[in-house]
């Protein structure tokens, strides 16, 4: 589909040259049958290249307008910081937040978890893996 709906008649009456006008099968609305390991038709190859350009154009512009999104949240929070009293406060003094993450909490030191390695000696390493 294109935009969420059917593929839309374009010139005279047809959603491709290969159909007739005013023709709403299922063909010519943009169906595809096949997989592409069965082969697809000429038609269906153009109604598959028109989903794909669709979303390949929304994956750009949705990352454009969320990336000006981040950029604003980050310029209208660039003041804010935590002080010394574990409060959350910008520029010029106003509370934000009563505790940073609202329980004062380092997530840096929240759970700690222990990584056991090998440490076999390299002898042992080599006769046993090579």
């Not at 106003?94 to 990584?115: A, F, H, K, S």
């Amino acid at each position: 589909n294109v935009e969420g709906k059917r593929i839309p008649f374009g010139f005279r009456h047809r959603t491709l040259p290969h159909f007739t006008k005013d023709d709403y099968g299922p063909e010519s609305k943009g169906f595809v049958e096949n997989s592409y390991l069965a082969g697809l038709t000429a038609s269906e190859f153009f109604f598959h290249a028109m989903g794909g350009r669709e979303g390949l154009i929304d994956t750009a512009v949705k990352t454009a307008e969320t990336g000006y999104i981040q950029r604003r949240l980050i310029k209208a929070m660039e003041s804010v910081m935590v002080n010394y009293d574990g409060t959350v406060r910008n520029s010029i003094g106003q509370m934000i937040q009563l505790r940073y993450g609202e329980d004062g909490l380092d997530g840096m030191w929240v759970e700690n978890q222990q990584m056991l390695t090998m440490k076999p000696t390299n002898a042992v390493f080599e006769s046993e893996f090579k």
